[in-house]
Every structure is written in C-alpha cells, then in structure tokens.
C-alpha cells in the first residue's frame, strides 16, 4: 500500500485526534430523515455504492518512521448498519451515533439507517479529516442521484417485464 505525507490540515487534525482518540471533535454527524415511502433497501444500495466509489472513505492513518502518513486500505469495506428502533429510541440514538473513529483502523466514515414507526432516519458520520460541509453536501447529492437511477432502472425493468 502506498502511503502519503498528511497536509498542514490532515497533521493538524490527526494531533488533535492522537490527544483524544475517543473524541467526535473532528467527525461530521448528519442525521437525514426520510418518510416511511422510500424504498429502504434502494437507499443502502445508493449509500454503500457512493461510499464505495469515494476511496477517502476508506483511509487510514499509517506510522512510518514514527511520522503520521495516511494510506488508501481497499480492503475496507463501508456497510449501512440496519435497525429498527422507536421515535424516543431514535432520538437518543442520534445523540450517541457520533463517537469518533479509530484513524488507524479506518474506515473514515460509517451509516446506519433506523426505522422507526414514523421515518426511516440515515444515521452518517464522516471523519471531517476527508470531508466538510460542501462536499458532504455533494457527497449526499451523489446518494441522492443514485437512488434516483436505481428508481428509474427499477421502473424501466417493471415495465420491460410488463411488455413482454
């Protein structure tokens, strides 16, 4: 695995980390909340494949010669945690969600996606090391867009089905 300096940013933020490890200082926590129409199991496929395809996601932090380095791991996979859970259950889970990572381990960002009786809530937190508020923004965008394809596709394969 190839291994790269950190930036003036990365070091900083990787100091700050390296003092309080179990600190979610430098994590983005987002909580999207969705009605119950969505296709649940479309939108952790849109999740997992944009995680997939955004390889800083899958970083990690690497010692060499005692000096922080970060690495591209392909071996690290990101999955969508699934649960269900009531509305006040899911509330305080969204006060717990955010707990930092283990920047040696990786990976730099996990989901969860809740049902409750009354949404479906997606549950992201993303080391801020890889991503801040306007490429979260283009990063939800992306889901967005996939699950919007993988609708159509769906659409277009019902009624591929429904013509034959």
């Known amino acids: ?60 932090f690497v010692l060499e010669d005692e000096a922080p380095r970060w690495v591209i791991d392909e071996s690290i996979e990101i999955k969508v945690s699934r649960g269900t859970m009531s509305d006040a259950e899911a509330d305080a889970y969204q006060q717990d969600f955010a707990r930092g990572f283990d920047a040696f381990k990786g990976p730099f960002a996990r989901f969860a996606l809740v049902e409750t009786p009354t949404t479906y809530r997606l549950f992201t937190e993303i080391f801020h090391v890889v991503v801040d508020g306007t490429s979260g923004r283009r990063f939800f965008e992306e889901i967005m867009a996939r699950y919007n394809v993988d609708a159509a596709a769906s659409v277009g394969a019902a009624a591929s089905v429904g013509a034959a």
Not at 19 to 44: C, G, H, M
């Open 1 to 60: 695995m190839k291994s790269y300096p950190l930036t003036e940013t990365m070091l900083g933020m990787f100091l700050e980390w390296n003092s309080a490890r179990e600190s979610a200082q430098y994590t983005v926590a987002i909580v999207n909340i969705f009605p119950k129409t969505i296709d649940p199991e479309r939108l952790v496929r849109a999740v997992e494949s944009a995680a997939a395809d955004n390889e800083m996601f899958k970083a990690r």
